[in-house]
């Protein structure tokens, strides 16, 4: 038998405070089973006991409420359990990501993190097909791996192979605003591949030389800022940055290796010269 109960009833039986349980119902989450028209006081049922405990357990787990909203309404259990799995999957990356943040930060202040060798090279000249676009920093994770499979699809559809590893060049705008020109591009033979074979945002670019300072980092992305420091301070303090935007070469990548430990990124900083030995 279902009783009907006051929020402040409801909100003891459910451990949901009355403020949530009224920014609930704004939401249409969970909506009272009866309004009283003259008070507005809301009275719930016990039948909507368990659908309370349901949404503070999703609520526990960050699921927003739009996707509360979605699993509720799931047309059918398959529907519903992708649904929860798809945030579950999202919470096992953030976990990942944090468990990696507090490795390296444990790292950082012991003091083992160690310096990366750097190297004085000169890129020669080079033909590549290429996407550039303005992107906002925090969309970067999203926005590259649909930019390099959109390369490989083109390079395909022209008969043509990459010459070299998948590679990023980024402006300086991107690092001190959070929105600068991205380019990521796939080397390919010389000569330049005819442009009637490219289709869509993949363009020819042809680089020219560049003399660089270069490290390898190795690891998840989210650490790259410790070798992009070692370069920075390494060109400051002789006096040879050249400005310009830096690169990175995906030698090991979520493109090719599963394993964020496996990942290997040639990081380049422009330089203006090259200092004698």
């Known amino acids: 038998m279902?009783?009907?109960?006051?929020?402040?009833?409801?909100?003891?039986?459910?451990?949901?405070?009355?403020?949530?349980?009224?920014?609930?119902?704004?939401?249409g989450l969970l909506?009272?089973?009866?309004?009283?028209?003259?008070?507005?006081?809301?009275?719930?049922?016990?039948?909507?006991?368990?659908?309370?405990?349901?949404?503070?357990?999703?609520?526990?787990?960050e699921m927003p409420i739009e996707q509360v909203?979605?699993?509720?309404?799931?047309?059918?259990?398959?529907?519903?359990?992708?649904?929860?799995?798809?945030?579950?999957?999202?919470?096992?990356?953030?976990?990942?990501?944090?468990?990696?943040?507090?490795?390296?930060?444990r790292a950082l202040v012991e003091g083992?993190?160690?310096?990366?060798a750097i190297e004085h090279v000169v890129f020669a000249p080079l033909?590549?097909?290429?996407?550039?676009?303005?992107?906002?920093?925090?969309?970067?994770?999203?926005?590259?791996?649909?930019?390099?499979?959109?390369?490989?699809?083109?390079l395909r559809s022209a008969g043509l192979r990459p010459a070299g590893p998948p590679s990023g060049m980024y402006a300086h705008a991107l690092f001190e605003d959070d929105l600068g020109e991205c380019t990521v591009y796939l080397p390919v033979e010389s000569p330049a591949h005819p442009s009637a074979h490219v289709s869509g945002r993949a363009q020819p670019l042809r680089l020219?030389?560049?003399?660089?300072?270069?490290?390898?980092?190795?690891g998840p992305h989210a650490d790259s800022d410790l070798v992009y420091a070692a370069l920075g301070t390494h060109v400051s303090e002789l006096g040879i940055?050249?400005?310009?935007?830096?690169?990175?070469?995906?030698?090991?990548?979520?493109?090719d290796e599963p394993d964020p430990t496996r990942w290997r990124t040639e990081i380049g900083w422009p330089i203006s010269s090259t200092p004698a030995p």
Request: hydrophobic share 40%.
């Open 2 to 27: 279902t009783a009907e109960l006051t929020i402040g009833a409801f909100s003891r039986i459910t451990h949901l405070s009355v403020k949530t349980l009224r920014h609930y119902h704004d939401w």
């Open 31 to 61: 909506e009272p089973a009866a309004v009283d028209p003259d008070s507005g006081y809301r009275y719930y049922a016990t039948a909507q006991v368990t659908t309370a405990q349901t949404i503070r357990r999703f609520r526990d787990l």
């Open 69 to 105: 909203k979605m699993v509720l309404a799931a047309p059918d259990t398959a529907s519903r359990d992708e649904l929860i799995a798809e945030h579950l999957r999202r919470m096992e990356e953030q976990l990942a990501r944090t468990q990696g943040a507090v490795a390296s930060l």
């Open 112 to 116: 083992r993190m160690g310096a990366p």
């Open 127 to 154: 033909d590549t097909l290429a996407i550039t676009e303005t992107v906002q920093r925090g969309e970067i994770a999203l926005w590259w791996p649909d930019a390099f499979a959109e390369l490989h699809g083109s």
């Open 208 to 218: 020219g030389a560049r003399n660089v300072a270069i490290a390898v980092h190795r």
């Open 241 to 255: 940055d050249g400005g310009g935007p830096v690169y990175e070469r995906y030698l090991s990548s979520e493109l």
